[in-house]
């Protein structure tokens, strides 16, 4: 299945995580989502979308060791001092 260029407020709302439409309106109004107005009809570009999420996620603070401790389940170098991946110095 493909998914459309432009999505309704609707459709994007559920490529959002199920969202309602009005929340994605105010995305839109408040810049944080690029829209196109397709003969009076607002619609959301999916590649906005994408681009929104991508800038949402976040990532560790810990980035050097968070990597191979994730998948290993072992501890981090760091300054010297082994830190178990979550606790704290």
Known sequence: ?????????????????G????TVRRMIEA??????RVRGRLTVPLASIQAWVAG?????HNQPCAGHVLKENITCLTN?????FGGRR
């Open 1 to 17: 299945m493909t998914l459309p260029l432009l999505l309704s407020l609707q459709d994007a709302a559920q490529q959002l995580g």
């Open 19 to 22: 969202v309602s439409a009005r």
């Open 31 to 36: 810049g944080e989502l690029p829209a196109v």
């Open 56 to 60: 949402q996620i976040q990532t560790p």
């Open 80 to 84: 010297e001092k082994i830190v178990p």
